[in-house]
């Protein structure tokens, strides 16, 4: 009930679901308006993955990669989204 | 084929306690990964083993399978070698039928397969990227070590399967198949291709 009302106070607000390198966290009180790397910058922090640059991490919903300089209301994603940050791999072959 | 097993010289009660707390963070989440078609199947210390599915097609088909082995962790970071699913044996790389796909930044037109190994199985079949004991145990790597990327992030139990599936069946938009089916003698050539 009072989420319910919160929500209609602030719609503009969403929390997002990250998985970041296989650690499950919740970014809350995203503004559909901001750019999704803030939510991203978030999601490292909370996971206390912050010793590499947000340009290292791939973001990926739904395995396609997401641009996360776009406003999060964008994406338009579903309720129960869960994005996956994940380390991009150094150049691999020999 | 021949795989060298790492000799265990870290104490081996860290080894297990680091492996237990790399399972223990794949088992907070193994439903979402599930959903995924990444499926653990085992967990026997040293070794961690996963099948690999495509669930967004249909049928679904068992792609590859891996055993993660975590001797010497972290001192050296896992092992990963592709196994047959049912009978745990180790695959030559022509029995994994699908390409690990990752842009060469030197020529970005000519994609790398990040999974080494020959078709003779004079090699066993190597994931090579930073963070893989036999990435960081190959020659061509030398001046690339461990330590370089060890609590870096690289080299835990759920970078190495995001890796794995990120490369591959993440990128899989539909496959052909063949089905030979016999029934008294006749045989039945029937094709199905499936996209999702």
Avoid at chain 2, 2 to 7: F, G, I
Avoid at chain 2, 92 to 112: C, L, M, S
Wanted: charged share 20%; aromatic share 10%; hydrophobic share 40%.
């Amino acid at each position: 009930m009072k989420e319910k009302e919160e929500k209609e106070k602030q719609p503009n607000l969403i929390s997002l679901t990250f998985i970041v390198n296989g650690t499950e966290t919740i970014v809350e009180k995203v503004n559909l308006n901001q750019p999704l790397h803030v939510s991203v910058q978030k999601a490292l922090e909370q996971t206390g993955n912050t010793g590499r640059p947000i340009s290292e991490w791939q973001v990926l919903f739904n395995d396609q990669n997401l641009d996360s300089n776009k406003k999060v209301e964008e994406f338009k994603f579903p309720e129960n989204a869960v994005i996956f940050l994940s380390l991009k791999a150094g150049q691999g072959g020999i | 084929m021949e795989y060298k097993e790492s000799l265990q010289i870290a104490d081996p009660e860290v080894t297990k306690i680091k492996f237990a707390s790399e399972v223990s963070k794949f088992n907070a989440v193994a439903e979402i990964y599930r959903s995924k078609g990444i499926i653990c199947t085992k967990v026997s210390f040293p070794d961690i083993y996963f099948i690999f599915a495509i669930p967004k097609l249909i049928p679904s088909s068992i792609v590859y399978s891996v055993r993660i082995n975590f001797t010497n962790y972290d001192v050296e970071p896992p092992s990963v070698v592709f196994i047959n699913p049912f009978t745990e044996e180790l695959v030559r790389r022509d029995q994994v039928p699908i390409a690990f796909i990752q842009v060469n930044k030197g020529n970005p037109f000519q994609p790398i397969d990040l999974l080494q190994g020959d078709g003779n199985g004079n090699i066993v079949p190597f994931y090579c990227i930073p963070g893989v004991r036999e990435f960081h145990n190959h020659s061509a790597h030398s001046g690339d070590s461990w330590f370089l990327y060890r609590t870096r992030g690289e080299g835990n139990l759920l970078f190495i399967i995001d890796q794995l599936y990120n490369h591959s069946i993440g990128i899989a938009k539909g496959y052909n198949a063949v089905l030979n089916l016999s029934e008294f003698k006749l045989q039945i050539h029937q094709e199905i291709k499936i996209k999702p």
